[in-house]
Every structure is written in structure tokens, then in C-alpha cells.
């Protein structure tokens, strides 16, 4: 049987990130995931200069690519908006915090936890005083412990369509297509540095039902736009798919010593589905309660991405991209 004070149950931003903090903290913690790391991670890969921050990316070794402006359409109508925001290649970033949590990460597939004397015990082969669930969407701790108190609503599930290839993008800003084709959401095109490019869709999938079409479809329409504008040209499209859910009413997230964080506690801004910066704050927070006995409370953090990007903060820019030296000097 192995032991510690606390497990962590997923290896993504908000695991890694409550490991780490819990560590510093002299916390025995060991961190359980289903994956061997480094691992493919469905993601656009979008960060914000407060993740950046938080995280303390000053010595990230890989690539994050700074955009100084994202150009939306809407309905058809395009709107160039001003900003700073980042991109990284989840295959790299993942990793990366992991390796720095700096706590022992066990391959194990979570199948049953039960209570037993005051702490939690893993497939009869982990023991545990606290349990953190960051196993995503559907996370093992959060299946076990908050089904039947926290039920998550239909309406806030997502579908999406992603992929992440090689390819010598052109056309280097950021693009962002809402509600085209009656989607109900947004497509995204977002190229990144070392020749790589992330492209998307993701629609309410309640919606998408009642209006009798599917996410598959809506990915035809929009691969075919990329053709059109000669974005994307003379590429054997291989899209993987999945489901999370938006941010809604507050839900349940702690139970005795059981926390979520990240996407097991749904957390995706409603406006943006952007799911990183709560996640390291939800894993912040949670290494904060167990370490420091403080309350685990997640309200406060913004339901809503529009509102950080639209801050009225001007930069200087002689382009969408900068060297790495000054983009994250920038953004302190």
C-alpha cells in the first residue's frame, strides 16, 4: 500500500499546479494519472498573461507564442481586438509542470475509492488523507463523491473538434469565428511557433440536438472555410473530439477532505470555454485549504474570458508575434 498526506488524482495544469504548491508547502503528495507523460492533450492551447504569472513562466524552456491582437468574427463581421495574450503546445506545457511539481507521479488507471479510517484508500493499493480530483471532465474523484450532489447540467456541455499539426502557417494571427454556419459556439485557427498549427470547433451540444445537426458537420463547414481562404491547404484533416462543460451556478466542490479543481469542477468560461486559468487557480486554492486549513471557495473566480481580453491596456507591437525574452518581460 502506498501512502501520503495527500494524492492527486490527474497529471494536467490544475494537478500539477496543487502538487507543486502542496510540496513547497512540506505536504507528502504523490500525484496518480492514467497517462504516460509527455502526452497529446486536445487543446488550443490558449493562456492568459495571469496564468503566465501564476505559473511563473519565466523559464519555461519551450516555445509560447504572443499575440498582440485576435481578430474575431462575428456572425460574418469581423472585429480586430488589441490585447496580449499566449499559446503553447499543451504536449510540451503539461510536461513541463509536471516534471517541476517535483513529487512522485505513478501510471494507475483510478477504478474504485472508498472511505476508510478518516482518509481514502485507491483500488486497496493508495491511502490517503486528503484526495484531489483533477482528472478532467470525467474525473474518477468527482464521479465517486459528487455525481449525486453536483449533477452538471446538459446545457453547459461542450463538444469539440481539434487538431494540432506541422504546418507553415502564412497567415500568422489568431482567428476566432463565432456562431458561423449557426454554430453554437466558436471555431478557432491558432498558429504557433516552431511550425505548428491548432485548429477547432467546439458548439453546445444541447443545441447542436435540437437543431439536428452535429459538431462533425459543423467541422466540414469550417475545414472548408480554412480552404477557401487559403489558411489551411491540401490537408488530410484528422480531428479528435471531446466534452467538458461550461461554467454554470457554483457547484459543489469539496466534500470533507475531497476537493475538485480544473475541469472535474467545471470550470470553462461561459463566453471563451477557456479552462487553464481556473485550473491553476482551482489548484492553487485547493494546496492553499489543505496546507492552511483556509476555505476552498472557487466563486471568485471570473466565470467570463471577454472582459480580460477587452481590458483597456494598450501595448506596443510591431506585429502579432514577439522574441521570447520580451513577451513574458512584457506581460510581468
Not at 191 to 200: A, E, W
Request: hydrophobic share 40%.
Amino acid at each position: 500500500m502506498v501512502e501520503a498526506q495527500v494524492i492527486v488524482v490527474g497529471g494536467g495544469p490544475a494537478g500539477s499546479t496543487c502538487a507543486r504548491e502542496l510540496r513547497q508547502s512540506g505536504i507528502d503528495t504523490i500525484l496518480l494519472d492514467k497517462s504516460d507523460f509527455p502526452r497529446d492533450k486536445l487543446c488550443a492551447g490558449w493562456i492568459t498573461p495571469q496564468v503566465v504569472k501564476k505559473l511563473e513562466l519565466a523559464e519555461y524552456p519551450h516555445t509560447i507564442t504572443c499575440f498582440d491582437r485576435l481578430h474575431f468574427h462575428f456572425f460574418g463581421f469581423p472585429v480586430s481586438v488589441r490585447t496580449r495574450q499566449y499559446a503553447v503546445r499543451r504536449i510540451e506545457l503539461d510536461h513541463w509542470l509536471l516534471e517541476r511539481a517535483g513529487v512522485p507521479v505513478i501510471r494507475h488507471t483510478v477504478r474504485t475509492i472508498e472511505r476508510s479510517r478518516g482518509g481514502y484508500v485507491i483500488d486497496n493499493s493508495f491511502r490517503c488523507r486528503y484526495l484531489v480530483g483533477a482528472g478532467g471532465t470525467y474525473c474518477p474523484v468527482s464521479r465517486t463523491f459528487f455525481r449525486d450532489s453536483s449533477a452538471r447540467a446538459r446545457e453547459s456541455m461542450i463538444a469539440t473538434l481539434e487538431e494540432e499539426f506541422a504546418w507553415d502557417c502564412q497567415d500568422r494571427g489568431c482567428k476566432l469565428w463565432f456562431f458561423d454556419h449557426s454554430l453554437p459556439g466558436y471555431a478557432w485557427y491558432v498558429p504557433k511557433d516552431n511550425g505548428y498549427l491548432n485548429i477547432g470547433i467546439g458548439g453546445k451540444l444541447a443545441v447542436l440536438k435540437s437543431r439536428k445537426t452535429s459538431i462533425l458537420q459543423n467541422w466540414s463547414f469550417f475545414t472548408g472555410k480554412l480552404e477557401s481562404l487559403a489558411l489551411v491547404r491540401n490537408h488530410t484533416f484528422r480531428p479528435r473530439g471531446h466534452i467538458y462543460y461550461l461554467r454554470r451556478k457554483q457547484r459543489r466542490v469539496q466534500l470533507d477532505n475531497v476537493f475538485l479543481i480544473g475541469d472535474a469542477a467545471g470550470l470553462a468560461t461561459r463566453d471563451m470555454g477557456e479552462g487553464i486559468s481556473a485550473a491553476v487557480e482551482s489548484g492553487l486554492r485547493a494546496a492553499e485549504a489543505i496546507a492552511r486549513g483556509r476555505p476552498y471557495n472557487l466563486a471568485s473566480i471570473p466565470s467570463y474570458s471577454f472582459p480580460a481580453i477587452l481590458a483597456p491596456r494598450v501595448f506596443s507591437s510591431s506585429g502579432n508575434r514577439k522574441s521570447v525574452s520580451t513577451r513574458l518581460e512584457n506581460s510581468s
